[in-house]
């Protein structure tokens, strides 16, 4: 299937549910309006989008990502951050995060992902205000492996049956920063750092899209602690079942990358698996995304969520 959206634009879909390829863009000399509408309704239609073939650097990166929101600025990054562009964080700086720790970069993403399905979330989905969009270009990539997956959380909570679709709506659930992690033996830095730096809000379990008014199944598996008002042992439960309904293979999409590969996903719609395949192979892959600023989440009921610890609304 091929669609037409305007401005030259062809969007293909290449999953059932979720995942579209665009053509006819060269996202480094800019966009015009229709070409910005197509891309924006393809995204909130198939939730990530893909352009391959693209010659971003790093000031056209933010200059597309602007075109569409406003970047976030963290307030700290890794040295292999670009200096002069604040909006940008390289994602080869996650390997040195273990080495803060004392750690080597394997052993502190076992404990990160000590459960096949930890793995699985959204990007800052501890804070009051999540990212609403993230947009991702490789530059350089293994010739094998690397590649990220991601889940379509409306077609997971659709999938749902009647019944459990109206016991969930009402449900909130606490994200907590550092979730699941497996401490050390003795003394751990990256548990004293979890705990100096903590960032947890209450949050809807299912989500109404702002733009869309799609309702989405709100759990992931790196930040997702506790879902409130119900015991320890039945949350447990709980979120193992829908952790699991929202990784189901046929609401997936799964990206092979290339060197020029751009990935724009919607942040609220979706939960993503970065690859754990490629640290053994010894190939660099140097990623780099802008996120664009989010709004608070809203449930059925037309509550937002609330901050528990750590963060503000638009405060970074």
């Not at 670009?82 to 390997?95: F, K, N």
């Not at 990784?247 to 999409?253: A, D, G, I, L, Q």
Request: one cysteine or more.
């Amino acid at each position: 299937m091929t669609t037409g959206q305007g401005g030259g634009i062809e969007v293909r879909p290449v999953a059932g549910h979720i995942g579209a390829e665009i053509t006819g863009v060269d996202l480094a000399a800019g966009l015009d309006e229709a070409q910005v509408a197509a891309v924006r309704a393809a995204v909130l239609r198939w939730k990530v989008v893909f352009f391959r073939g693209q010659r971003l650097g790093h000031e056209a990166h933010v200059r597309f990502a602007r075109r569409f929101g406003e970047p976030v600025v963290l307030r700290r990054r890794g040295a292999a951050s670009p200096a002069g562009h604040p909006e940008i964080e390289t994602t080869a700086d996650r390997l040195e995060l273990g080495g803060r720790y004392g750690m080597e970069h394997d052993e502190w993403l076992r404990r990160r992902r000590h459960v096949p399905l930890r793995g699985w979330h959204c990007d800052h989905g501890a804070r009051i205000d999540p990212p609403a969009a993230t947009i991702l270009r490789a530059e350089t990539v293994p010739p094998y492996g690397g590649d990220t997956t991601w889940s379509n959380l409306a077609a997971a909570y659709a999938g749902l049956s009647g019944p459990v679709r109206a016991f969930v709506d009402g449900l909130r659930a606490e994200h907590r920063l550092g979730v699941g992690y497996q401490s050390r033996p003795g003394d751990d830095a990256y548990v004293r750092h979890l705990l100096d730096h903590q960032i947890a809000s209450l949050h809807p379990l299912v989500r109404v899209h702002p733009e869309t008014g799609e309702r989405l199944l709100s759990v992931n598996g790196y930040y997702v602690e506790h879902i409130e008002d119900v015991s320890r042992a039945e949350s447990r439960l709980l979120l193992e079942l829908l952790l699991e309904q929202a990784t189901r293979p046929e609401y997936t999409v799964r990206f092979r990358w290339e060197p020029g590969s751009v990935a724009f996903w919607d942040n609220r719609a979706t939960i993503h698996l970065a690859p754990s395949d490629n640290a053994h192979l010894g190939h660099p892959r140097t990623m780099h995304r802008v996120m664009l600023a989010g709004d608070v989440p809203v449930g059925v009921d037309g509550k937002p969520s609330e901050a528990l610890v750590g963060s503000a609304p638009g405060h970074w």
